[in-house]
């Protein structure tokens, strides 16, 4: 079995999970105007709202950065999945089996990337995510974390 055919069977085994109604309507359109002035921030030391998901194309083989929620607790590294599961960035991660994340001023290489649901992530969550940031990704229906291990250095 060659490893195209191994993700494009584990592709297809993770089952859908699209973005909340409220992130498409309002969140969606704005994101092509903030996430140019947002990835310039994403990943300094004092921004914590966003860090910077470095991650390669699975077709094209281009290397793109990405904003997006996440934060480091021991050896993992917890990205809420606001858009879900579905949007490129995220397929890109699970095809190429990780990413370099930049959180606080600081990179590190993700591996062995894990979708969870928020019942299975809640333990590293409640650990990696203060009490406001678990409540606002309530509020946007987040419903799905990626969960990446951090390769020591």
């Known amino acids: 079995m060659t490893r195209a055919t191994d993700l494009t069977r584990a592709e297809s085994a993770l089952a859908p999970v699209r973005p909340a109604p409220f992130v498409r309507m309002v969140i969606r359109p704005m994101t092509k105007v903030l996430n ?51 949007s490129d960035w995220a397929r890109n991660v699970r095809a190429a089996g990780g990413c370099t994340v930049r959180l606080n001023g600081r990179s590190y290489q993700g ?28 509020l946007l229906g987040v419903r799905q974390f990626l969960v990446l291990q951090v390769v020591p250095d």
């Open 111 to 138: 591996t062995h990337p894990q979708f969870l649901d928020r019942e299975e992530a809640q333990p590293v969550l409640k650990a990696a995510f203060s009490r406001s940031l678990r409540a606002g990704t309530r």
């Open 36 to 86: 140019p002035l947002i990835v310039k921030l994403a990943g300094r030391r004092n921004f914590a709202m966003a860090a910077q998901i470095q991650h390669i194309g699975r077709r094209s083989g281009k290397v793109y950065v990405t904003p997006a929620t996440a934060h480091l607790h021991g050896d993992r590294i917890v990205i809420a999945l606001t858009f879900g599961n579905q």
